[in-house]
């Protein structure tokens, strides 16, 4: 059973406010956690919290700013000056969010406000995103103010998932970002239970509609109009919407309801936008103290990799994709990624392929925390080396590593095969093949034979012949003039008549090719372009050597 973690922070709009200009809209200061760092909308990103910290308890909310007034962000609504976004001290004074400015400012006119900025807590939610790849490889934001974590198969690496939600909190709170949390099966259930739960909740499998019975319907993230109908008619919890008859419900609310309840109660899936797809092939190691020299790096990428290929042993599975992420005090990551051109498991190997990267690495004031998540994993079962096998063993275990390494120092899309393709026009028939991709059961054809080197463009010849349909018997390539001995042909090739203009019937490209040996031995292969129609004469040109 999946299990999403749902992370709310209910003033993030003041909250990157504070920590973008400061505690004091009147002079800008940068906001530093309790172990220092950048705020999340400039350099640095998120810092962390020191590793000896108890982790089971959620952070306490961060402290209103200085003033009897409070703070409140305004933005622009069709041309009215509304609150955006007020801090616990402003509403403890009445105020709340979509009042007009100036009512906010008659009744309470020490209050402090500032522009809000949309667009800027967007990025900064983002930039949150990429900073909890940490926890989970798979994590998807909730504008505006909440994240979605699929937390399924990694929890154990913290100790569980209350040690793993705490730690989350906990480093959240110490940078002033106030948040709440929750962990259930659905992101329904999680994204209720961390609004409407009593601080940080964690819902055992199976027990959300235990938990949710009690939870407000707008738990349930439906339109505001129907909420408020549903507390009209006296339906505010949940739970008694599941005792109604569904078709009642479907008929006077819509679909929209009955869907939005299932998504809650993990009867229905519910599809997330992860920043990148989640995958349950995951490591973490975490450091009691930040490390930075290079030996070290190279030791922990070796240990990790040793750690999640004994996971895909284990299971029976290789993988052609593995991402490696250092993740420095400051809150930035260093990714580097490789790629193998067979699905392997060799941590060895792997880890020669990332040694080479690792000197670009940058520690920052030092690396915390070493993930490595994989891609594109599917069944390797165990080999057993027989003679009926040395071939295919000869073939992974010499050529594979060899390609492996160019590909990862000059780029997948710079190591490729030449493999045959259907067609009979000469630089259509052959096409770019990963290394080790498996063919089509297509060859060329053993009557036709083509050059050794075929010209990406064919180049234009001076050429001489006795009769307009006989081979040449002299032509003259780049300034050198060359002597026929001995010629074949011609092999006449047309275009493809599904490439033809509409209405053409007659084919308007025709290639008479000829395969020639000149005086030296050398081999060419020429064609003649157009026919002796009267109209232009056709013209020669070379197009492979060989």
């Known amino acids: 059973m999946p299990r999403i973690l749902s992370v709310w922070s209910p003033n993030w709009a003041i909250a990157t406010h504070r920590r973008r200009f400061g505690s004091s809209p009147e002079h800008p200061s940068p906001l530093r956690g309790g172990d220092g760092g950048g705020g999340l909308a400039g350099p640095g990103s998120l810092p962390t919290a020191a590793s000896q910290l108890d982790r089971s308890s959620p952070p306490p909310l961060a402290p209103p700013l200085k003033g009897e007034g409070g703070f409140a962000l305004i933005a622009a609504e069709r041309g009215v000056r509304r609150l955006y976004a007020v801090d616990p001290a402003a509403a403890a004074l009445g105020l709340y969010v979509g009042q007009k400015a100036t009512d906010a400012m008659a009744l309470v006119p020490e209050l402090q406000t500032a522009d809000a900025d949309p667009e800027g807590d967007l ?11 940490r926890f989970s490889p ?115 609310f819509g679909a929209g309801l009955l869907r939005r309840l299932d998504q809650a109660l993990a009867r229905t899936e519910e599809a997330l936008g992860f920043s990148r797809p989640p995958t349950p092939w995951f490591a973490r190691l975490a450091f009691a103290e930040p490390i930075s020299a290079p030996e070290d ?27 490696l992420a250092f993740h420095r005090l400051d809150g930035k990551a260093e990714r580097r990624c490789v790629g193998l051109s067979l699905p392997g498991r060799d941590a060895a190997a792997i880890a020669r392929l990332f040694a080479p990267m690792l000197e670009t690495v940058d520690p920052g004031f030092g690396i915390e925390v070493v993930t490595l998540a994989c891609e594109r994993v599917e069944p390797l079962p165990e080999r057993q080396i027989g003679l009926e096998t040395i071939g295919e063993i000869a073939r992974e275990d010499g050529i594979a590593p060899l390609v492996d390494r160019l590909a990862n120092r000059l780029g997948e899309d710079r190591v490729w095969r030449a493999a045959p393709y259907s067609s009979h026009v000469p630089e259509r028939a052959v096409v770019r093949r990963a290394p080790f991709a498996p063919g089509a059961g297509e060859g060329w054809r053993r009557d036709q034979p083509r050059p050794v080197r075929l010209f990406a463009r064919p180049e234009p010849v001076e050429a001489t012949a006795r009769v307009p349909d006989d081979p040449p ?37 025709v290639r008479d090719y000829y395969r020639i040996e000149d005086e030296t031995g050398a081999r060419y292969w020429l064609f003649r372009a157009g026919l002796y129609d009267g109209e232009e004469m056709p013209k020669w040109w070379l197009h492979g050597l060989g």
Do not use: N, Y
Request: glycine residues 12%; proline residues 7%; aromatic residues 6%.
């Open 138 to 252: 798979a994590v998807a934001a909730d504008p505006p103010d909440g994240l979605f974590l699929d937390v399924t198969g990694v929890a154990h690496l913290w100790g569980g998932e209350s040690a793993m939600l705490g730690d989350l909190l906990l480093r959240l709170g110490r940078q002033g970002i106030p948040a709440r949390g929750a962990i259930a099966g659905s992101p329904g259930a999680a994204w209720a239970l961390a609004r409407f739960g009593d601080g940080a909740v964690i819902a055992p499998p199976g027990a959300e509609a235990e938990l949710l019975a009690q939870v407000p319907v707008t738990g349930l993230r439906l339109e505001p109009e129907t909420a408020a109908q549903l507390v009209r008619l006296g339906l505010a919890r949940i739970g008694q919407l599941e005792r109604l008859p569904r078709g009642q419900l479907a008929r006077r």
């Open 473 to 509: 018997i002299f032509f003259r390539w780049r300034g050198q003039l060359r002597r026929v001995k001995r010629a074949e042909g011609p092999e006449r090739i047309a275009e493809e008549w599904w490439r033809r203009p509409p209405g053409e019937t007659q084919p308007s490209h």
């Open 123 to 133: 990025a900064a939610l983002q930039t949150l995103v990429h900073w909890c790849v």
């Open 297 to 323: 790096l190279a030791r922990a990428s070796r240990d990790i990799a040793e750690r999640l290929c004994a996971r895909l042993a284990a299971e029976g599975q290789g993988a052609t994709r593995f991402e």
